[in-house]
């Protein structure tokens, strides 16, 4: 009996202890753990993510003005596999705080809002749509208490609100884009003259004169690269007025998709000046599409060929020097364009003729005088004009919100302007 | 590996290296050889690349071990991707523009909001940000806040094309090029250095290649092509001597 007793008061003893390690711990000078309603206390889906996200809320109140906060969460259903997300003291963490503008989220100082990223907290890609559980321990005059459980369930979200200023900018392009091709096609727009691109005419004439080829590198970009795009219009000019003076033009490419394109824009080149017996399929010559073997290569063909003419217009990188160096040796007229801005000074000192960055994009319809290209030039500069009115009266305004102490006006301002 | 193929690792590195600097005194046979080995290794080495790193876990991979979905998704890129071959075959390449109109409305549509984030909201933004809190920062930051913003302007205007630049706009297109210039020149100086760190890289590696443990291979593969450039010379100037005779 005595061995009975023992042995039960042993296994009492045990139990209790493992009872006792296996309960939640809970630091701090008090042990016990009341329960306690949050006025407004919410599990919501972050508005506006991929699905991520879920959003605890609830009010601030004159309870619980001096309390600390500590957040738990969990995706089991059974009250267990809770996880500390995060703790903060009263006054943080409020809604004022949640990366969202103001016409998507209202940030309201006397709301607190906890953002809970399930990617960090579960440490691993939220795929699908999931259901969690959360809930807050409040610590008050060193007392703890506990809220109720809720739960919610995060998805993504079809439309981004919190972008809705990047789509109605988008939109007022697009209308001033429209409007200017209307208007370009009836009245034709002005653009101001370009000394880079009026030397074309002198660099292809000199050629002529010389008998010699004409170079046109059009870079190491994809045909998705706007610098690119700019390229193949002013290929298509150049190798029109080659055309006209029965000269030679020798097209070296990096990238193939690039080289079939160009095919194209100079056979309808060729085409449109009347002398299509002269268009020869070796034109445009594939090199290769590592970056120094194409910049080798070129290097090789401008030096033994001895060009008149060099245009390195598209997208370049530590090959410009190398190529305008060896077309400067040989005593080319050379002509470079690149939205590349740290290639630009080499170009600078090797080249005749630069054209920086927005002057490539500028040349197609600076050339062709192509209304649609025309249009989306004028559309480049109403963009500027916006930025440039934009940045002169937001500063002042800014400005005089800071001197005037108006934060409301800079959220505004700001909230307006950010990526979201 | 052997201690063989060490030492002609570095006679090939060495001669290769010396064939591709022997340009700047002209182009001559040994560059022609560099140049062309080069554009062959370039190419071999993108092709194996292309291969094992996009053909193979991409489009093979899921081919062989992917859901029915998975296949489709697969399958349906391939097809658009290689009907941009068809551009070599005349009769049939008008495949190849569904090809391409998928590549630029996609491109497209992923570079016009990116676009017009970056380049102009995240832009502006910047500019104005520090005036948000103008009266609390130092002097200098306030002389930063203001030049970043005039200078912004300055740069912007010298790049609008739809009114001449006379009068006051001259006057701030010109202030923006100098300011264009200040940045080019810090940029020239940076990259120039960047290259001049390359090139040391190269002079090192040189320089072991010359060491007795590589059988003295840059100072031969030196030696032999100053002998073969003078040489050339020689037989130039005698040819022309004799022609001229």
């Known amino acids: 009996m005595k061995t009975t007793k023992l042995l039960f008061s042993v296994f009492f003893i045990i139990s209790l202890s493992s009872f006792s390690f296996c309960s939640p711990k809970y630091t701090g000078n008090s042990k016990t753990v009341s329960a306690i309603e949050l006025k407004n206390f919410r599990a919501l889906d972050f508005p506006y993510d991929k699905g991520e996200s879920g959003l605890l809320t609830w009010e601030n109140t004159s309870d619980i003005m001096d309390a600390e906060f500590t957040v738990y969460v969990s995706t089991l259903s059974d009250n267990s596999g809770w996880i500390k997300v995060t703790s903060f003291k009263s006054g943080e963490s409020t809604a004022e705080k949640i990366n969202l503008p103001f016409w998507s989220f209202e940030k309201d100082k006397k709301i607190y809002a906890v953002p809970l990223e399930f990617n960090n907290i579960l440490s691993s890609e939220i795929k699908e749509p999931l259901s969690y559980y959360a809930k807050v321990e409040v610590l008050k005059s060193g007392k703890k208490y506990e809220t109720s459980v809720l739960s919610s369930r995060i998805e993504g979200n079809w439309f981004r609100a919190d972008r809705l200023n990047n789509l109605l900018f988008f939109l007022v392009v697009s209308a001033v884009f429209f409007i200017a091709v209307s208007h370009a096609k009836k009245k034709g727009l002005f653009i101001r003259r370009i000394a880079g691109l009026d030397a074309i005419d002198e660099a292809i004439g000199r050629a002529t004169e010389m008998g010699k080829p004409i170079f046109y590198v059009p870079g190491i970009g994809a045909m998705s690269q706007i610098s690119t795009i700019a390229s193949t219009f002013v290929l298509g000019e150049v190798s029109k007025k080659v055309a006209q003076y029965d000269s030679y033009i020798k097209v070296p490419h990096y990238d193939p998709i690039v080289m079939t394109v160009s095919k194209e824009i100079v056979k309808q080149a060729y085409t449109e000046a009347e002398r299509p017996d002269s268009y020869k399929e070796d034109i445009n010559v594939f090199i290769s599409s590592d970056q120094f073997s194409y910049a080798a290569n070129v290097d090789g063909m401008i030096s033994r060929e001895k060009p008149a003419a060099c245009f390195y217009i598209g997208y370049f990188m530590a090959e410009s020097l190398l190529l305008a160096e060896v077309g400067a040796s040989t005593g080319a007229i050379q002509i470079a364009g690149t939205d590349v801005d740290h290639q630009l000074p080499f170009f600078f000192t090797a080249c005749d003729y630069t054209l920086i960055g927005e002057e490539l994009y500028a040349a197609g319809a600076y050339l062709s005088r192509e209304p649609m290209l025309v249009s989306a030039l004028k559309v480049q500069d ?39 | 590996m052997s201690e063989g193929m060490i030492i002609f690792g570095a006679w090939v590195a060495a001669a290769l290296t010396l064939f591709l600097f022997s340009f700047l005194y002209k182009d001559n046979p040994f560059f022609k050889v560099a140049e062309h080995l080069f554009i062959g290794a370039g190419m071999g080495w993108y092709f194996q690349t292309v291969y094992y790193k996009i053909m193979v876990p991409k489009i093979l991979e899921p081919l062989n071990s992917g859901t029915g979905f998975e296949i489709a998704m697969v399958i349906i890129p391939s097809i658009l991707g290689l009907s941009l071959i068809t551009q070599f075959i005349p009769k049939i390449s008008w495949i190849s523009r569904y090809g391409f109109t998928f590549l630029m409305g996609y491109s497209a549509g992923m570079a016009i909001p990116v676009g017009l984030a970056t380049d102009f909201m995240n832009q502006v933004l910047g500019t104005i940000e520090p005036f948000a809190n103008f009266f609390s920062l130092s002097g200098f930051e306030m002389f930063n806040a203001l030049i970043i913003a005039i200078g912004t302007v300055c740069v912007l205007f010298y790049f609008f094309f739809s ?67 003078v040489a050339e010379k020689l037989v130039k100037t005698l040819t022309k001597a004799e022609s001229a005779e």
């Open chain 1, 382 to 420: 109403f963009g500027k004009l916006i930025f440039m009115v934009s940045v002169t009266i937001f500063s002042i305004l800014l400005l005089i919100g800071d001197k005037l102490n108006w934060d409301g006006l800079s959220q505004i301002l700001t909230d307006l302007l950010k990526v979201y």
């Open chain 2, 163 to 229: 009114v001449e630049h006379k009068g006051v706009g001259k006057k701030v297109s010109n202030i923006g090029i100098y300011f264009l210039m200040v940045y080019f020149g810090a940029s020239f100086g940076n990259t120039v250095m960047a290259r001049f760190s390359l090139l040391y890289g190269r002079f090192d590696t040189l320089v072991n290649y010359s060491s007795a443990k590589y059988l003295y291979a840059t100072s031969w593969i030196a030696a032999g092509l100053t002998l073969f450039f």
